[in-house]
């Protein structure tokens, strides 16, 4: 089954459905048709701004001086590159300059699409509930090994709705333990047969036609959700043209995306999550992330089912329902939490997916031309897919500095005087209009560091803008990888600082001995400068990189629990004690008491009022704090299955509660 191509948007939709069904059985092809009624007309009189039935969207607060910083500093940022463009370009050194000025005008195209996407935010409360409506779970699978995959679907099976959700385990590994386990579980399981096409569009496409659910909750392998994900959803689907809800991705483990902070939700995507989606949900253009969303399964049959043409089906597909008049909502409570990548080397494999996959929708779909989206949502649409061109940007702002160092080029012709009073006036507002704007989910250091690490990756993908070879769909990899593998990707951050630095070395020589190439004294103040501070960048982006290693077998979450021990069997009393950190495989656990490593241990616990009794052996002691770390024994599966689903619940900690209602988004709350 392939999706609507773009050229077919403007054609009617056919009212039968073509499927090619398989048997779970027999694996053999047959061929059917499921007979769907034509989706109506695109509405009239539904202004951008309007919710799906055409009331005005609730929107957060207006802040007024927000947007007089962002409109201050688009105003200082435009007279500075009319500037550029008019007056410091050289003939002699436009090999230089005029990569640098593209550079400059695309980073001011970046912040005034962001300043679009972020200038107001809706803040959507939880909808009342609708029974009746027939709702499933999908969990498409590879690859994902059973300590990824089994939390997923333990969390599906506690997913509430009226009537109950069925769970289905899409596996396109076709795996024996898979089957097994969802027979163990209660959940429903569903291979296709080869050859199998398209990775997990086609595995998705194929399992449409043998669920005849409404509502479908898709998660990935690696993304757990709460029970209230369908509770808090359903109820925008009395709209009838609304065809998905996305909610925010958060990760339960810390990983390169995750910065230093105390906010156990703050990452790497928290600004496009909690500000940008809210941002493009004003204007009817928040999209479908792959997860973590309810799509209605009418509305995935009016456009051929989810898109294939392209290795970023979610974002596809939404702008193909866009563009067919369907609607969507973004609800900003958190409904699932996902397995982050572990280090540098997953976190680019899965960046460069989705810039390659972003930069063949700009070649085969693009926004500016599909017939069907308004002029605002074209903008959104183009500015997502346009975002990945940040790593060129920045490749060429990186470089600049130690080619002008080292060959003594200046890449703009000005006075001193006339420099600074155009260009610092964009250096200072533009960063603040960014942080105002970004409302608590950005911070320059680790942008930089992320922006960084991302740039070769980025600019890598490009290559996909003018190809039409087929793009393989790369899996990230799932889970702790291997502890002593250095990424290699941390070569290029680590050269870049060793050229930059020389190149600082040789024109402060060049200064002092009048070496070939000697740049005016401004120029090489300033030019050493940004080389100096874009070197200490990228030192700490590579290091910050090595430092991610995961030894355990999976996450440990946060937890505060009591506990009883002992060390001897069958030993009384127990010593009372306290557990930090816990998942199925082992825990940390704090006494007053010192513990002989490599010896074995029995702690009891209660979890949900379930008294759990587990063996296990003390495979670490902690310097100077009685905290140990404890490896169980092997553990039945209903023990496992327990202790999974408590932490799930609790996944960063007791203290955050993801299972009540929240009226506005975290971006809001921080901003208020």
């Not at 059917?32 to 034509?38: A, C, I, Q």
């Not at 940022?77 to 550079?103: C, D, H, N, Q, V």
Request: charged share 15%.
């Amino acid at each position: 089954m392939t999706h609507a191509s773009a050229s077919r948007v403007t054609r009617p939709i056919q009212p039968h459905f073509p499927i090619f069904e398989s048997s779970p059985r027999d694996g053999r092809l047959r061929y059917t048709t499921v007979h769907w009624e034509p989706a109506p007309a695109r509405l009239k009189g539904v202004d951008a701004g309007a919710d799906p039935c055409g009331v005005s969207l609730p929107l957060e607060s207006r802040h007024r001086s927000r947007q007089l910083i962002a409109s201050a500093a688009l105003i200082a940022g435009a007279a500075y590159l009319l500037w550029r463009w008019l007056f410091t370009l050289s003939i002699e050194t436009l090999w230089l300059g005029l990569p640098l000025i593209a550079a400059e005008t695309w980073a001011l195209i970046a912040v005034s699409s962001f300043v679009f996407e972020a200038w107001r935010l809706t803040a959507r409360p939880v909808p009342d509930y609708l029974p009746g409506r027939r709702t499933a779970v999908l969990i498409p699978t590879y690859n994902e090994p059973i300590e990824v995959l089994r939390p997923t679907v333990l969390g599906a099976l506690t997913v509430r709705a009226d009537p109950a959700p069925q769970v289905w385990v899409l596996d396109d590994g076709d795996r024996r333990w898979v089957a097994a386990m969802c027979d163990q579980l209660g959940a429903r399981y569903l291979a296709r047969p080869s050859p199998r096409l398209h990775a997990k569009a086609g595995n998705l496409n194929h399992a449409l036609g043998h669920i005849d659910a409404d509502l479908l909750l898709i998660v990935d392998a690696d993304h757990v959700p709460l029970p209230h994900a369908f509770e808090h959803t359903i109820g925008y689907f009395d709209d009838p043209r609304l065809a998905f809800v996305q909610s925010p991705q958060v990760f339960f483990n810390r990983g390169f995306q995750h910065p230093k902070s105390d906010d156990p939700l703050l990452n790497e995507q928290s600004l496009f999550y909690d500000v940008i989606c809210p941002g493009k949900d004003r204007n009817n253009a928040a999209f479908w992330c792959g997860s973590s969303a309810v799509l209605r399964r009418e509305a995935l049959h009016s456009i051929g089912g989810v898109a294939t043409d392209t290795v970023v089906e979610d974002a596809h597909t939404a702008m193909l329902l866009h563009a067919h008049g369907w609607r969507s909502a973004y609800h900003s409570e958190v409904l699932a939490v996902g397995l982050a990548p572990e280090d540098v080397t997953a976190f680019l494999i899965q960046r460069g997916r989705w810039a390659r996959g972003c930069y063949q929708l700009l070649r085969k779909s693009n926004p500016l031309s599909l017939p069907g989206l308004t002029l605002r949502q074209r903008v959104h649409y183009l500015a997502s897919l346009l975002h990945y061109l940040d790593g060129p940007q920045r490749l060429i702002s990186l470089l600049v500095p130690p080619l002008a160092l080292l060959t003594g080029t200046m890449p703009l012709v000005t006075t001193p005087a006339l420099y600074l009073a155009l260009f610092l006036p964009q250096l200072v507002l533009i960063p603040l209009a960014s942080r105002a704007m970004a409302r608590g989910r950005y911070r320059f250091a680790d942008g930089e560091r992320w922006g960084i690490v991302r740039a070769i990756t980025y600019t890598k993908a490009a290559k996909a803008l003018f190809s039409n070879k087929p793009i393989a769909f790369a899996v990230t990899p799932k889970g702790t990888q291997d502890a002593n593998a250095k990424p290699t990707i941390l070569k290029a951050p680590i050269l870049y600082a060793a050229i930059a630095l020389g190149s600082v070395v040789y024109q402060t020589a060049a200064q002092l001995i009048h070496l070939p190439g000697e740049l005016p004294i401004f120029a090489f103040g300033i030019t050493a400068t940004w080389a100096l501070v874009t070197t200490v960048f990228a030192t700490s982006t590579a290091l910050a990189a090595a430092r991610i290693r995961h030894r355990r077998q999976s996450h440990r979450f946060p937890v505060s629990l009591q506990a009883r021990y002992t060390i001897a069997p069958n030993a009384l009393p127990l010593t009372p004690a306290a557990i930090t950190d816990l998942n199925s495989f082992g825990l940390a656990l704090t006494t007053h008491h010192n513990l002989p490593t490599n010896g074995p241990i029995t702690i009891h616990l209660s979890l949900d009022n379930q008294a759990l009794h587990l063996t296990g052996t003390i495979v670490r002691a902690a310097p100077h704090t009685n905290t140990y770390g404890i490896a169980f024994d092997p553990l039945p599966d209903a023990t496992q299955d327990t202790i999974a689903r408590w932490c799930f619940r609790h996944p960063f900690g007791q203290s955050h509660d993801l299972n009540r209602p929240q009226e506005q988004s975290r971006g809001q709350r921080q901003a208020a």
